[in-house]
């Protein structure tokens, strides 16, 4: 190689190298996911509204109530995202579904956050992100006024009708902890209280809050006071995977009204929407 030709050479090999550093640095993981956030958060403030999905059949959390002759979904989780869109700057466009369509939802961009007393578990947290916990609670199980002395422990639930909404931590919780318990596992809430009171099934295992809520509207029912075994379970907003900006966003609403103590307030007014 003459003097020259290597200096060519030299020069168009140490370009080459230049600019594969260059594609390498460009196209980190990192960055691009970055950018993905950010369009994600950005491109609900610029389309001016955000998509709350929920199963509105959950008194007090969310369910339907008339008022001034219009239905409309009202309750505590209802207040939140109210104010979690307030602090984004859009408008809360609401869409009711089955609790077990939920997640599916997130994932196909039909909704862009879920606010349905939804308990973060680790099986939940492979595929989506949740924010903080807002609301903590326990299970407990409703039966039938004239019922509830024949059922006074989990073993006189065997070869018993359990209700659970399908897709809910309480269908597992009552799989594996009433031994011998037929589960019936149904999408709305409201049609497993239907189905009690006409004894179709013996028992509906759900969060406290709700058993009472139920109980509270239906005099032939009542809460057991049968306990489970559990860890305190809770309720957290849902994101889609990967929504870290907007879960931040989300988990600065939740400390503004955990600070000003409006949550228990959402609560205590939800309650009383049901009375
Ligand atoms: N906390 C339970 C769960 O996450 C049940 C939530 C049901 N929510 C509803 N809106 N129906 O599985």
Redo the contacts with the bound molecule.
Sequence with gaps: MSKNKFKKFFLVSLIGVLVLGLIACGSTTEKVDVNKQESQLEAIKASGKIVLG??A??PP??FHKEIDGKDEIVGFDIEIAKEIAKDLEVELVIKDMK?EGLLAALDSGNVDFVV????PTPDREENVDFSKIYHRTVQALVVKKDNVENITSLQDLEGKKIGA?KG???QEIATEQIPGGQIKALGK?SDLMLELKYGKIDAVVV?IGVAKAYVSKNSDLLVSEIKFDEEE?G?AVALKEGSTELVNAINNTLDRLMKEKLIENFVTKATELIE
């Excluded at 349905?116 to 308990?119: H, V």
């Design positions: 929920t199963s059949d959950y959390y969310e609790f349905a007393g939804m308990t909404q809910s931590i309480q809430v969060e379970g309720s």
